[in-house]
């Protein structure tokens, strides 16, 4: 596609539930990040995807969180028995080998919220 | 983990004015990136800038690299309604691959 997908745009689920948040990178592109955004602050790194590397995990919070990237393309982060500090906007991007260049390209977000 | 310090935290200025924003570390960075971000989207890319004292612009945005690479300015001239937005620092560092780091962000609101 011509941009960054990701789905749903927003999700609202109970505290205790699970739930699966979808990225579909740009087409070519090989890497794709997760951050999150909590309101009006910057951007937390969550998990890195370099083409067919071990994934760098090393900004999950907890183990509550995985995600995992398919054929090196779309990606699912998924997060168990959510909590209401898990609240936030749950940001998706991907980019080239030249990421210097053109940087990343990143999603809408997914704005998640526990109650 | 390194850390970027931007400041102001928050900026509102009239139409016209010109501003600063400050992004700094104690640490040494490869290269760093300026994005804009407006509300319900992701961050915009607006440039990167990899050589100690490096000075790149865009229309009225004037970007600056620190000497040491460990801090960077963008200074905007003439502010427009427009330009309003949150403006993120991103370094990276010659560890992690093209993993970035972000700023807290400014936020800046431009009155007309």
């Known amino acids: 596609g011509a941009g960054v997908s990701q789905s749903p745009s927003n999700k609202v689920t109970e505290k205790g539930k699970d739930v699966e948040l979808r990225c579909d990178p740009i087409s070519g592109h090989t890497a794709l990040y997760w951050y999150r955004q909590s309101l009006g602050q910057g951007l937390e790194f969550l998990i890195y995807f370099q083409g067919n590397s071990a994934p760098d995990k090393s900004g999950l919070p907890s183990d509550r969180f995985s995600a995992e990237r398919t054929g090196g393309s779309v990606s699912t982060l998924t997060i168990q028995r959510t909590q209401q500090e898990d609240s936030a906007v749950y940001l998706c991007a991907s980019s080239r080998n030249l990421f210097r260049d053109y940087g990343y390209t990143f999603g809408s977000g997914t704005r998640l919220t526990v109650v | 983990t390194q850390l970027l310090e931007q400041s102001p935290q928050f900026l509102s200025i009239q139409e016209g004015e010109n501003l600063t924003v400050y992004c700094n570390s104690s640490s040494v960075f490869s290269s760093l990136q300026w994005y804009r971000q407006e509300p319900g989207e992701g961050p915009v890319l607006l440039v990167t800038v990899v050589t100690g004292g490096e000075v790149k612009k865009l229309k009225r945005l004037t970007f600056q690299f620190g000497d040491a690479r460990k801090d960077s300015s963008l200074h905007i001239t003439a502010a427009q309604p427009g330009d309003t937005g949150l403006y993120l620092c991103?370094?990276?560092?010659?560890?992690?691959?093209?993993?970035?780091?972000f700023g807290e962000g400014t936020q800046l609101t431009v009155n007309p």
């Open positions: 991103a370094g990276e560092d010659e560890t992690s691959g093209s993993r970035l780091t």
